[in-house]
Each structure stands twice: as structure tokens, then as C-alpha cells.
């Protein structure tokens, strides 16, 4: 039975990981004669062709049509995986990350595993774990683009030294007006990102919840709180320059202060591949050094 791969990736500067990963599509070449099919992102094919020979040789999509495949695997770090993850969207297809960036928290394997990755996938020996995904949309304008976050929401101050002040509701209920450098809505996914270095909490993949937290909050009671992901969050922000930020997964657009947000769950989940052996409390001790 032939098994069908869509491969993303980065751009590598470092001479070290470029060579990586030509080596990697040496590697893959191999399992392309074993009945596995290789789809390559264009432009990552694009780049690769400026080193490699083997990249004409697979056929190619556009990242914003990825074809229907097996496996999507991803090439490079957490970056990479976010906008993979946002390409694939609705077609919930299983990703693995393959990390040849830095800490790669998101990544299951090392580039330089990667044989041993081809060798799970081929004989199916890995789970599929789901992680819920942010939805961002405004009754007052259209946002554009994929407004999905994999890991967290942040609306930010923007062009200004003064805080802005985020009216916030739970559903229909008045939560706070934070008063703040800004505030973060985080999925678990994205507790151990910007969420985690505001002082906010660690928590499973699986739990099915959001968290709320603020970012150099001026009362020291706004500490972040955890809320089902069943709510929905609204926001109405104030701001001395009339505007601010909004950052979903990294990305960011400036708005007016009178664009209202409505942030709930998206109608679709990620799948993320994980191999024999992993687990939450490895990958945090592994990558964050719990405990050491």
C-alpha cells in the first residue's frame, strides 16, 4: 500500500542544518522507492532545488492547498509547525515535527533521526494526540488571512509606552478590565510559550481548557486564570494611541481600539504525531529541564 507525505519546511541559514537537511532528502530519496509518495511544500521545494537535485524529483503544492495525504510532516522549528498547522486546518491531518531549528518543543524527532521516523510511520508505531485550536473573529471587521491559533491569542500595546486596558467577558458575564502591557489567550499547546514566560501556568496538551493571562499586569491581583475552552472570550480594548496589536500564533495586525474580538474554539483540531516513548512530563523535562 502506498502512503503519501506532504512535506513542509523552513529555510535554514546555518550552513550545519542546511546540510541536514539535504542530507535528510538523500534519506527520504530511499523510502521514495518503498512505496512511500513525497509531496514537497513549492516553496520549500524552491529552496531546496538551490542545493539538491532530489527536490525536482518530488511533485509539488501550494501551502495554502495542501493535498490530502497520510502524514504532513514538518521541517524546521515551532515556527514552522504554526504554520503548518495552520495550512492543513480543517483536514485534520496527523503531523509529525521534525526538528532543525533550536528547541523545536512541538517537534517529535531530531533531523538526525529521521530514519528512524520513516521507520514508525511506515510501520505505524505512534499515537495521534489532538490539540484544540483558537478561533479569532470580530462582529466589526474581517481579520483576513487564517485567524487560528495553535498556540495562544495576544493582544498587545502598540507604538506606545502606556498600557492599554482590555475589557473582558466570559461568555456573557464581565470577567475583568485588565489594565496591562497586554493579555494573552493560550491553548495547553501554547502554556509552555508566551504564556509561560508571563508567569503563566504549565499545563497538559489534553486538558480542555484556556488560559487567561496578563501580561505585566498593573494590579498584582490579575494573576491568569484557567477557563473551559466550552467559553468563548470577548475582548474591547482601550488605548492612549487608539490602536492595538493583535498576534495569533506569532503573526501580527494592528487594529482600532474599536475592533472588538470574540476568541472560542475552532470547529477543528490539530493532530500531532508522537512516537514510542513520549510523553508530557518527558518533553518537559527534556526541553524545559523540569526539575534539573
Same mark, same amino acid.
Given at each position: !500500500?502506498?502512503?503519501?507525505?506532504?512535506?513542509?519546511?523552513?529555510?535554514?541559514?546555518?550552513?550545519?542544518?542546511?546540510?541536514?537537511?539535504?542530507?535528510?532528502?538523500?534519506?527520504?530519496?530511499?523510502?521514495?522507492?518503498?512505496?512511500?509518495?513525497?509531496?514537497? $511544500?513549492?516553496?520549500?521545494?524552491?529552496?531546496?532545488?538551490?542545493?539538491?537535485?532530489? =527536490?525536482?524529483?518530488?511533485?509539488?503544492? $501550494?501551502?495554502?492547498?495542501?493535498?490530502?495525504?497520510?502524514?504532513?510532516?514538518?521541517?524546521?522549528?515551532?515556527?514552522?509547525?504554526?504554520?503548518?498547522?495552520?495550512?492543513?486546518?480543517?483536514? $485534520?491531518?496527523?503531523?509529525?515535527?521534525?526538528?532543525?531549528?533550536?528547541?523545536?518543543?512541538?517537534?517529535?524527532?531530531?533531523?538526525?533521526? !529521521? $530514519?528512524?521516523?520513516?521507520?514508525?510511520?511506515?510501520?505505524?508505531?505512534?499515537?495521534?494526540?489532538?490539540?484544540?485550536?483558537?478561533?479569532?473573529?470580530?462582529?466589526?471587521?474581517?481579520?483576513?488571512?487564517?485567524?487560528?491559533?495553535?498556540?495562544?491569542?495576544?493582544?498587545?500595546?502598540?507604538?506606545?509606552?502606556? !498600557?492599554?486596558?482590555?475589557?473582558?467577558?466570559?461568555?456573557?458575564?464581565?470577567?475583568?478590565?485588565?489594565? =496591562?502591557?497586554?493579555?494573552?489567550?493560550?491553548?495547553?499547546?501554547?502554556?509552555?510559550?508566551?504564556?509561560?514566560?508571563?508567569?503563566?501556568?504549565? +499545563?497538559?496538551?489534553?486538558?480542555?481548557?484556556?488560559?487567561?493571562?496578563?501580561?505585566?499586569?498593573?494590579?498584582?491581583? !490579575?494573576?491568569?486564570?484557567? +477557563?473551559?475552552?466550552?467559553?468563548?472570550?470577548?475582548?474591547?480594548?482601550?488605548?492612549?494611541?487608539?490602536?492595538?496589536?493583535?498576534?495569533?500564533?506569532?503573526?501580527?495586525?494592528?487594529?482600532?481600539?474599536? +475592533?472588538?474580538?470574540?476568541?472560542?474554539?475552532?470547529?477543528?483540531? +490539530?493532530?500531532?504525531?508522537?512516537?514510542?516513548?513520549?510523553?508530557?512530563?518527558?518533553?518537559?523535562?527534556?526541553?524545559?529541564?523540569?526539575?534539573?
Amino acid at each position: !500500500m502506498t502512503m503519501t507525505i506532504a512535506v513542509y519546511g523552513n529555510k535554514p541559514r546555518d550552513p550545519q542544518r542546511r546540510a541536514e537537511v539535504i542530507d535528510m532528502m538523500a534519506l527520504l530519496a530511499r523510502y521514495a522507492g518503498m512505496g512511500v509518495k513525497f509531496m514537497l $511544500e513549492q516553496r520549500y521545494s524552491s529552496y531546496l532545488a538551490n542545493y539538491t537535485d532530489i =527536490a525536482a524529483t518530488y511533485p509539488t503544492f $501550494e501551502s495554502e492547498t495542501p493535498p490530502a495525504t497520510d502524514i504532513v510532516m514538518s521541517i524546521g522549528g515551532d515556527g514552522t509547525f504554526l504554520r503548518t498547522a495552520n495550512s492543513v486546518r480543517a483536514l $485534520e491531518t496527523p503531523i509529525i515535527g521534525i526538528n532543525s531549528g533550536h528547541l523545536g518543543y512541538l517537534a517529535a524527532a531530531q533531523i538526525c533521526d !529521521m $530514519e528512524q521516523v520513516m521507520e514508525h510511520i511506515m510501520n505505524g508505531t505512534y499515537t495521534i494526540e489532538p490539540r484544540s485550536v483558537l478561533s479569532v473573529s470580530s462582529p466589526d471587521i474581517s481579520l483576513g488571512g487564517h485567524p487560528f491559533a495553535l498556540n495562544e491569542v495576544a493582544l498587545l500595546k502598540q507604538d506606545t509606552a502606556s !498600557m492599554i486596558s482590555v475589557a473582558t467577558r466570559i461568555g456573557h458575564i464581565e470577567l475583568a478590565d485588565y489594565r =496591562a502591557d497586554g493579555l494573552i489567550v493560550s491553548t495547553p499547546t501554547g502554556s509552555t510559550g508566551y504564556n509561560l514566560s508571563v508567569g503563566g501556568p504549565v +499545563v497538559s496538551p489534553a486538558a480542555p481548557v484556556w488560559i487567561i493571562s496578563p501580561i505585566a499586569a498593573h494590579s498584582l491581583s !490579575m494573576r491568569p486564570l484557567v +477557563v473551559s475552552d466550552s467559553e468563548s472570550v470577548y475582548t474591547e480594548v482601550k488605548s492612549r494611541s487608539g490602536s492595538y496589536l493583535l498576534s495569533i500564533d506569532g503573526k501580527s495586525q494592528v487594529l482600532d481600539e474599536s +475592533v472588538r474580538l470574540h476568541i472560542q474554539r475552532a470547529p477543528w483540531q +490539530v493532530f500531532v504525531v508522537h512516537l514510542p516513548g513520549q510523553n508530557f512530563p518527558l518533553t518537559l523535562r527534556s526541553k524545559l529541564m523540569w526539575g534539573v
